[in-house]
């Protein structure tokens, strides 16, 4: 049976931990964000966030259910930190392409962390906040409902998907990234005409792109595609 969250306000009243810390939510995902980032994910358990808390693993219980209730308030937190101070200009690509751009760069770097929560769904508030503010800028340029839903699907997607694509690679261990990104250069660019021309002539400039993340150009394509359609407002 899942243990009973404590609300908030009472959590604040309760005494510091051993340490003199006064436990919260967002203390205790702000400490599994570093855990991740120094660990792995192997690295967050309820044992390890105690010791750095100082505090019985069992405290933690008071504020989320589970290890996975902690996952969605770390993925819905990296959604708020993307877009703390965000404000639409009025301009939907604009928009569109700040809002994109920041939560893809809060995820990668966050590279652990992106890799246990791109793929969820958290239903937490910084979440909501964004989905819609996403729908509200379409809808606001003047994009018919379904059309508004399509950009949506297509553009999240699109964000998050890049966001753990990226980030698996920052996750590697360096001598692993290293030994990736050299093959365009000692593999790629060696490649004779004769049986690879097509890779033989573009060698030089996958090198130079093919390290760096395609998700500014993705998001590009996706935004000309979606002016482009006939619904689609000036």
Do not use: N
């Given at each position: 049976?899942p243990?009973?969250v404590?609300?908030e306000?009472?959590?604040?009243?309760?005494?510091?931990?051993r340490?003199g810390?006064v436990?919260?939510?967002?203390?205790i995902?702000?400490?599994?964000?570093?855990?991740?980032r120094?660990?792995?994910?192997?690295?967050?358990t309820?044992?390890r966030?105690?010791?750095?808390l100082?505090?019985?693993?069992s405290t933690?219980?008071?504020?989320?259910?589970g290890?996975?209730?902690?996952?969605?308030?770390i993925?819905?937190?990296l959604?708020g930190?993307a877009?703390?101070?965000?404000?639409?200009t009025?301009?939907?690509r604009?928009d569109?392409?700040?809002?994109?751009?920041?939560?893809?760069?809060e995820y990668?770097?966050?590279p652990?962390?992106?890799?246990l929560?791109?793929?969820?769904?958290?239903g937490?508030a910084?979440?909501?906040?964004a989905?819609?503010a996403i729908?509200?800028?379409l809808r606001?340029?003047g994009?018919?409902?379904?059309?508004?839903?399509?950009v949506y699907?297509a553009?999240?997607?699109?964000?998050?998907?890049?966001a753990?694509?990226?980030?698996?690679?920052l996750a590697?261990p360096?001598?692993?990234?290293?030994?990736?990104?050299?093959?365009?250069h000692?593999?790629?660019?060696?490649?004779?005409?004769a049986?690879h021309?097509?890779?033989?002539?573009?060698?030089p400039?996958?090198a130079r792109?093919m390290?760096?993340?395609?998700?500014?150009?993705?998001?590009?394509?996706?935004?000309?595609?979606a002016?482009r359609?006939?619904?689609a407002?000036p």
């Open positions: 049976m243990k009973t404590v609300p306000e009472k959590r604040r009243r309760r005494r510091p931990t340490g810390t436990l919260s939510e967002r203390l995902v702000a400490t599994a964000l570093r855990l991740l120094e660990h792995g994910s192997a690295g967050l309820a044992r966030l105690g010791l750095a100082d505090c019985d693993p933690l219980y008071r504020y989320f259910r290890m996975d209730e902690l996952t969605l308030a993925g819905d937190a959604i930190q877009l703390a101070g965000w404000a639409p009025g301009e939907w604009a569109l392409r700040t809002i994109g751009l920041r939560i893809h760069a990668v770097s966050h652990q962390a992106a890799l929560t791109a793929s969820r769904v958290t937490r910084q979440e909501l906040a989905d819609e729908l509200d800028v606001t340029a994009f018919p409902l379904a059309e508004t839903v399509r699907h553009f999240i997607d699109q964000t998050l998907a890049f753990a694509l990226d980030a698996a690679s590697l360096r001598d692993a990234l290293r030994a990736d990104e050299a093959k365009w000692s593999t790629y660019a060696r490649l004779s005409p049986t021309p097509r890779i033989a002539e573009a060698a400039l996958l792109r390290v760096t993340s395609a998700y500014p150009t993705a998001l590009e394509m996706l935004l000309e595609s002016g359609h006939p619904d407002p």
